[in-house]
């Protein structure tokens, strides 16, 4: 019953996305149902079925998968997007808001976010990607208790201290990045000057969402701006912005894995071994890592 199931999920899938959703293949709707079925498929693997909760786990991840591409056909049948509607959409000339207000809101919002990160960090006493380049500078490889680091950081049972990092985490990992990505496209649009003050925030962000060991955190801030980005450019620089891009957010991510020790791969201090180890434990933590908590988390609910 349960291969019938996820045999069945996984067709409804396939035709969902060849059939429906094949003009606009990454989409909202496509990008939800691809890591949503990541999720379920390392799932699978860790449930046993001797015990209740892991059924039930079963049958509500097979559920939600199967209502939510029901749903979305039948959106689609209702409310269809037709490929005229599409270009006639993708014709039109990209409009951004130009006007004083709302660009000096944009940049309070910045200067606060900053600001507040900047006091963040200096309560907590320390920054692990600033450590981590320190640490590369000098030689000095790998942060020695990162994982105890990383936790302290945001962690009020480990660190012995609440800095509301729940809050400060909406603004240097989601309002910053996005602000800052949103300051870049409109100085590229209206051809004005990039200030140089920006382009220091930019980098400050970069070391604000990683100063906590947060790798998810800087994924999701990659691909929210990859796609505003992707879709407020030229056709002609779209090839350049996933290839500079992309480059740039797998290598900072494999960078940060490395500071934090995330390498399965420790007996092999080479380059090669390194890469690999970090390719391991990346490969680990999306197709089994996360899924394991779930399930252990799912039965400690049930019971």
Known sequence: ???????????????????????RFLDPNSIFLIFNLINYLGTLPLLDYRYKSDTVHFYFLSIGLIVFI???????????????????????????????????????????????????YYAVGY???LMGVMNLITGAGEIENASTLRLASY???VGGRYLFP????????????LLIAFIWVRSNTLKEKMPMLIKFASLLSIFF?????????????????????LISSEERAKKKVLLYGGGA???????SSFFIGRNSNKGNKTLTGNIQGLYESTQRR??????????IGFRKIMY
Do not use: D
């Open 1 to 23: 019953m349960h291969t019938f199931i996820t045999i069945s999920i996984l067709l409804l899938t396939l035709m969902y996305i060849l059939t429906v959703r094949k003009p």
């Open 70 to 120: 029901v749903g979305s056909v039948i959106g689609a049948r209702i409310f269809p997007v037709t490929e005229a509607l599409y270009l006639k959409w993708k014709q039109k000339p990209y409009v951004i808001e130009g006007g004083h207000i709302y660009k000096n809101l944009v940049y309070f919002i910045i200067f606060i976010s900053i600001l507040l990160s900047i006091l963040y």
């Open 127 to 129: 920054n692990i990607f």
């Open 155 to 157: 962690n009020s049972k």
């Open 166 to 177: 729940g809050y400060i985490n909406q603004l240097k990992n989601t309002l910053l990045p």
């Open 209 to 229: 969402i990683f100063g906590t060991g947060q790798r998810g955190a800087f994924v999701l801030a990659g691909l929210m701006i990859g796609i505003f980005v």
């Open 249 to 255: 957010l797998i290598c900072l991510f494999f960078l």
């Open 286 to 295: 999306i197709s089994t890592a996360n899924q394991l908590g779930s399930v």
